[in-house]
């Protein structure tokens, strides 16, 4: 509620009080409910029981005539303090009750049904409907919102809440006699989804549809609301909806739409003058959106927040983007009265140049209703029209799938009143930073709604039939969104398919299984237009942290990985993550989606060998030597083994102190054990028996006691393939404290005696020492 007369006092979407810029305190909730009361009851008398009996519904306290009467000399004083009295309001006591003196013009309620009157008795639609626009334009969200509870605000309210949809039941049928069908689909569509049971509003629905040659469709939702009657009611639908339903069968020409007319429809000021429509460009909304909740939320706020006029969401290609803004703007449509303008900026396009921003604002221009003769050649002053006309309305623009911020300041609109919300694969930081745009990041869906959007697309029926196929589906797609929507339709266009073979097809073929000739359903598609996006430095970086082993990498790894110093190193990745291709986490480190992980590794396979195998050695010989100089920290009394010179390009580090030591072995522990099996997979012996032997006291220390019985199985291995019998020795021994830690005896006795008797063929005194240790060991065999 806004300012009206200086002081107004509303109860559509919440009771406030305003005086000028200031805000007054109006108590807690049930205080809040004794204005409301007398507010909707204005000029009457409201008796101290029904006050009381609203208030406490069930068991009221004994106090409760007292806390009444406090709470109205309270309300007294903030009417005092609104200035209230200037205007003629006065709360009285009158017999047993109270009555607010109020003029009905202050109250929103009031002006909301006396202008709802004024529009049914209008003398043309075109009058009625900016009427009704205006009395539907009270509304801010849900009547006595923040200050009674939902049963109480049913007995208060619910007859507004019905005059409500009458009211835009009423206008839709005045915009359908004007043959202003287009403009209603979305409304109406939103509508029925919150009130499937209105067959009047189905009925204006299916005939929107109709008119709009979607006969089809139109038919679609007669079908939903019977079996919604049924279901629910046990009743068939009245005859208006089935005698509609007849008629779009046989396309009968009565349903034929009267000749377009021009109105302005939202304008304050009902009148009939013949000025463009408003601009209706949304897409369809989108069918089956889960999910979302924290995203849409920071939507929402952006929108009660008069300070953030701008959202910026952005992620990679295939996670929804575009998906969560055309939801967003459809729940949200009616409070843009002025239109809703949308563009695709084309920025990561397969077959087109991004659009140039003039080419969007003529677009715009037009849907505004300017003429080809008025609108400017020259771009600035194109943008600087399209600025002065948005200037003073309420609209949206979605300006989808932007190449960076250069592209979306010129359509940023003038004034405060318009809300944008861009969709782009880049972090738009220039769009951030300058016109305090708010960062709505977007990442994979969780495991719930990613359940929620198989089980949309599929049906309870198949996804409860084969429930482990229909987890693994899940698990392989990784919260994708557009992963998901793939595989859903490969098994809605074969519904015979068992979902497990989908399921083996997609684990057997990776991204192959998500390819599709249409290439914006084809996730290697969506994501080769993100990578050509890219510089050449970038591309390469891309592709070697795609092979990079290990769910994630750090800094200094990532160094020696690309041969960068660490701030070259920093501002590629960076790169990337601007890209939505990678994502830092809170302590520094980087990570690729699974899926995108295996498009880089495909893109690393056109490097030259040579330099994927160079990488990943520096990549080796980084974790191998960082680990060693972590492991002398920690346990500096323990013998050293002799490593060989790193390669060059490697960037060891070298912890400080155990507790950046320790830090540091937590923080890489799975990229070392994944970075052990790389090394093992190119036969890369001294690597592996040099991390095995340095990784080992940590894994101990933490109590990875299978980890470390499995590191040492293969330790030994490698040890085989050096020419150091220490090694071997060494492998046995540290073998056998393995198998004897997990209680594992007679396997541990079998190594100990095979590291005895290595020692004793190499004289190895030290060895046998240290095997003895252990305890006395029985006979062999």
Known sequence: MVAHQEIEFGVLGCVEAWSGPR????????????????????NRVISTERLVDLSWPQDPPASARTAIHGRISRLRATIAAADGLAHGVALVSEGSGYRLNIDPELVDAHRFVATLGQAREAATDEIAVGLY??????????ALDGAVSSDVRLRLCGNLEEARLLALEDRADALLRLGLHRSLIDGLTSLLEAHPMRERMASQLVLTLYRSGQAGHALQVCQRVRAKLRDELGIDPGPALSELELAVLRNDESLLAPADVRLSVGTANATSETTPR??????????GFVGREDALAHLDAALADDTV?????AGSGGIGKTWLALNWAHRHADQYPDGQLFVDLRGFSPDTAPMDPATAVRGFLDALGVGPDRIPIDPHARAAMFRDLVADKRMLMVLDNATDSGQIVPLLPGGQTCTVVVTSRTRLTGLIT?????HVPLDALSETEAGALLTNRLGECRVAAEPAAAEQLIELCGGFPLALSIIAAHAQVRPRLPLAVLADELRDLGLDALADDDPTASLPAVLSWSHRALTPPQRTTFALVGIAPGPDIGLAAAASLMHHDPSDTRKLLGGLEQASLITQSADGRYRMHDLIRHYASDIAKLLPEERRISALRRLCDFYLHTAHNADRQLNPHREPISLTQPVPGTRAYSPPDDQSALTWFDSEYRCLLATR???ISHEWHQCVWGLTWTVEPFLRR???????????QTGLAAALHLANPTAHILAHRLLGRAHADLGEHDEAIDHLHQTLALAEQHQDDTNQAHTHRTGPLPPRG
Not at 702 to 711: K, P, S, V, Y
Request: glycine fraction near 4%.
């Open 434 to 438: 300058r016109h305090a745009a708010q």
């Open 278 to 287: 408003p601009a209706r460009q949304l897409p369809a909304a989108p069918t």
């Open 677 to 679: 099996e790389t090394a």
């Open 309 to 313: 006029r701008i959202s910026s969401i």
């Open 23 to 42: 805000r007054l305190e109006l108590g807690p909730p049930k205080q809040r409910l004794v204005l409301a009361v007398l507010l909707l009851e204005a």
């Open 702 to 712: 933490r109590g990875q006691l299978r980890d470390r019985l499995a590191i040492w």
């Open 133 to 142: 626009d205006r009395a539907l334009r009270l509304w801010r969200g849900t």
